[in-house]
Structures are given as C-alpha cells and as structure tokens.
C-alpha cells in the first residue's frame, strides 16, 4: 500500500500558532487534530447508477420508478439527477476532498492501480489528515490488509451489505435488470472513462472493460 505526504501552508499555521502560545502557561500545549479517513472510489458508470438509484425515490416522491423504461432513466441520468451536478462524483477530489483534507490525491502522481489502495496524507490550518483510498472493484481482496496496516489492528474479514436489497425504496429488482439489459449511449459511457477520475484510478484496459459492459 503506498503513502504519501504532502505537506502545505497548514504547516505554517501550526507553527505560528505555537509562536503565539509560548508566551502562556507552561501547562498549555497546542496539539494538532488528527483525522484518519477511509473513502472507497467505484468506476464511474457504476456509482452513478447506484447513485440514481438509491436517491430516486427520495428525490420523486410519487413517482414509481418501476413505470420508467429504460430510455426514461437514461434521459435522467444523462441529465445528471444521480448527483447535485452531472459531475459531481467526477469532481469530488477536487471540490471536497482537497479543501477541506489539502489532499490532492491527482498530485501525487499515479494510483497504484496494481495495489488497489493508497494512503494519502496532508496539513492543513494545524489539522493532519490520514486518507486510505481503496478500489470498490477489488475490496475483497485488499480491504482487510488494507485496512488493518491503516489502523494499526487486527480487522477482521467484512461483510458483505447490499443497500439496494436492504432499502425501503424497493428499487432492487429494477436496478438489476435495467444494469443487465440496457445499452447505455457510448459518447456519455465515453466521456465518463475518458474522465481524470477515471484514468487516474483506472487503466486502460480497464476502462475499455467498462465501456464494453455498458455499451451493447
């Protein structure tokens, strides 16, 4: 599992804030927070099904999802109603992961795709982060090691949950057959596996799997 460090101006925040301090009681001691995150990154045709999914209901009261055809629900996901923006899940690292972690998981040069996970680590304004980024596509076989070298325990082996079987929603079974019988537009697949996110967790011949998948 690869690691690494990227140090910023949080450092510089920190140190002037001990500056500030010393002058107070020798009992006072500036500590920094620490945070130890874990977040799992999925192909992108994938989590935006799941996304649309899971959210449709929520996001429809009164519709039923099952009186959609196929066409309907590609118009909508074309539309990009799985997330608050059509690139939402694309733009993540960028508009939420490095504002708030300083992580820039695209600067640290290539994922270690072989692996399957990598932890990342920053400052920021006197807080460390700790990021563990794992590959839905291989969690059975990395998350446990994975995970234990990250925490430093003996973790013990995950269960599998399925939040489409397990919701309220009732959406399981149109999910499955609209994944195993709809052919999705090739030039929306394309622009998703042609994506930084992507290329930056996926190989080539990876994404061309995905693009065979979903385009029949």
């Given at each position: 599992m690869r690691r690494q460090h990227v140090p910023d101006g949080g450092n510089q925040f920190f140190g002037d804030h001990v500056a500030r301090t010393r002058g107070r009681a020798a009992t006072a001691r500036v500590v920094p927070e620490v945070f130890k995150v874990v977040s799992v990154v999925?192909?992108?045709?994938?989590?935006?099904?799941?996304s649309f999914f899971y959210n449709f209901v929520p996001r429809n009261p009164g519709v039923?999802?099952?009186?959609?055809?196929d066409e309907d629900i590609i118009e909508?996901?074309?539309?990009?109603?799985?997330?608050s923006s059509p690139t939402f899940h694309l733009d993540w690292w960028d508009i939420e992961v490095a504002p708030m972690t300083g992580i820039d998981v695209y600067g640290y040069g290539e994922f270690p795709i072989q692996?399957?996970?990598?932890?990342?680590?920053?400052d920021l304004k006197g807080r460390h982060t700790d990021l563990?980024?794992?590959?839905?596509?291989?969690?059975?076989s990395v998350a446990r090691a994975a995970l234990s070298d990250y925490y430093g325990i003996e973790?013990?082996?995950?269960?599998?949950?399925?939040?489409?079987?397990?919701?309220?929603?009732?959406?399981?079974?149109r999910y499955a057959q609209f994944k195993a019988e709809a052919s999705l537009p090739e030039d929306w697949v394309t622009a998703q596996m042609n994506s930084r996110y992507a290329q930056f967790f996926y190989s080539p011949e990876e994404r061309e799997a995905?693009?065979?998948?979903?385009?029949r």
């Open positions: 999925r192909e992108p045709v994938a989590i935006n099904l799941s039923n999802i099952h009186d959609l055809s909508r996901l074309k539309k990009g109603e799985s997330f692996d399957g996970s990598a932890v990342y680590s920053a563990l980024v794992m590959r839905q596509e291989d969690l059975r973790v013990p082996e995950l269960a599998r949950v399925n939040t489409a079987e397990d919701s309220t929603n009732n959406y399981a079974d995905f693009t065979n998948k979903w385009v």
